[in-house]
DNA sequence: CCAATAGTGTCTGTGAGACAGTATAAG
DNA sequence: CTTATACTGTCTCACAGACACTATTGG
């Protein structure tokens, strides 16, 4: 290499040619939680946790499920603009909590050149959500059970049931990180199915630490419900007392109350910011 | 676009320079722990947390400080082995604990064209590297405090010492995620001073849930030593009782001693997997 | 009244924070 | 004997887990 004067001299000589350059993608897990009405009149709806899935129109994988995702415009976007672009042209919204989850870059995870894919976590109200987009449809999570490192996956979106199963392998006795691997996947393309099981994976992790649950429910929610979703999501029941001394400080009471239950109304309350 | 009679073909006829393409680099922030001898023979050494940086010969940022980073080779190598080939090269060290931490993309992050950086926390214990790698230097932390939202960070490597300021902003209130700035960078490459803060915090985190500590000691250690790195890390004292209680179920004791220090001698304890 | 949920009071055990005390080496 | 660290005993307080109890609606 030749020795430039200086940065000025040496970038205009610079031949961006030189490296091997490869294509990036933003995928994104978009997840919400959908109530599921029960005949028993007097029974509060069961919540579940639903991510959107996107049907693939062309190979490859044509047919198959797939995150929504889009390839990054390396000239004018970052990948959370590039992420963020895909959400509003998917789900129609802006400002939604987004967060960078993982970059996947398995050599081959598109078959048709290497392409790297940094996966993004958003979490969105469902209530906010009007028209149905083309070719994307919310599955509701009815299974994710772990048993012997394999996760089990069942997905369901009134039409269709698909299901998936992951392999989890800790990486090393120190730390807390699970290299997966694909063990059954027909429906899904690429390597989602492991973006999807990191992505959850990673909500149940933060919802013990911060206050993400929020981006989730709607302005004004009964402690009832926001305690379902923190059950749906850690996957067990918690105890009233516990979970109500827990997110005390969190919530703000307000007069309104959430009635024609066939039981004790529960009142309304909100987030409290700090 | 045509329509295709099925995969294989598809691939076939597919044009891999449809999308814009752009360069991607593993960069790593190798983190271990360094002793500072002190002129009382009665006291114990000090402890620092150290990082690895290694000068650039060429431009851009001639002469500046950087991680040890690379170039991704997008047929041959993941990031991660991309990563594993730059630690093996600047540290001749292999089987070493790696942690994807976070894919770093800003526009104009690098001068020359549109990198994409892939960055990684490496752990290594500081008494198993022996010859000095060309270019590279080891650099204490000798400050790193945090106040209104600045964190001002002083590195030093016995030759020169750098000083660096990063701004956290927090993106949302529902969570804990911060955005970083440069405030003040005048010896650092790239946007380095953000993963060196990311890395620094990530361990931090880490430290309080998993083992990852052992990977940065020696295979026997005393108790007050594996506190010290604790202390250090975490950025505060720490009671010994409770230090004691908290890892009482990770480390095994010896009969081996630590003697001649000037005071009472300590028993040497190693790490228990389970 | 019944069924189902809303919401609260309180006991108990665990475990972290805190402090004080004893032990033991080198000089 | 002094100094500095090694190591332990124990008190207290906060808080999570657990259970039981009361309150309130629609049918």
Redesign the pocket.
């Known amino acids: 290499m030749t020795t430039y004067k200086n940065e000025q001299e040496f970038l205009k000589q610079y031949d961006s040619s030189l490296y091997e350059k490869l294509s990036m993608t933003a995928d994104i897990l978009i997840v919400s939680v959908s109530s599921k009405d029960v005949t ?5 709806e069961e919540k579940r946790m639903s991510i959107l899935l996107v049907k693939r129109k062309d190979y490859p994988y044509k047919g198959k499920w797939c995150l929504p995702g889009g390839f990054l415009d390396p000239k004018k976007e970052t990948l959370e603009e590039c992420a963020r672009r895909v959400l509003k042209q998917e789900t129609n919204l802006s400002d939604i909590y987004l967060e960078q989850l993982y970059t996947f870059d398995g050599i081959n995870r598109d078959p048709r050149l290497r392409v790297v894919s940094t996966s993004f976590v958003a979490l969105v109200d469902k209530n906010k959500l009007k028209e149905k987009v083309e070719n994307a449809s919310w599955f509701d999570i009815i299974k994710m059970e772990e048993k012997n490192h394999i996760v089990s996956f069942q997905l369901d979106n009134q039409e269709e049931t698909i299901e998936f199963q992951v392999r989890k392998e800790l990486r090393e006795k120190t730390s807390d990180r699970y290299q997966f691997y694909t063990k059954e996947n027909k429906s899904l393309a690429f390597d989602h199915d492991l973006v999807i099981l990191s992505g959850l994976e990673r909500i149940r992790n933060k919802l013990q630490y911060t206050d993400i649950v929020f981006n989730m429910m709607p302005e004004y929610f ?4 926001l305690q379902q979703v923190y059950e749906v999501i850690l996957n067990k029941k918690l ?4 979970f ?3 997110i005390a400080d969190k919530v703000q009471k307000t007069e309104r109350k959430k ?9 309304l309350f909100r987030y409290k910011h700090e």
Chains 1, 2 share one sequence.
Do not use: F, Q
């Open positions: 028993n009149y007097r029974k509060n009964t402690l009832g419900e105890l009233d007392p516990a109500r001394r827990m009635t024609g239950e066939g039981h004790r109304p529960s009142y």
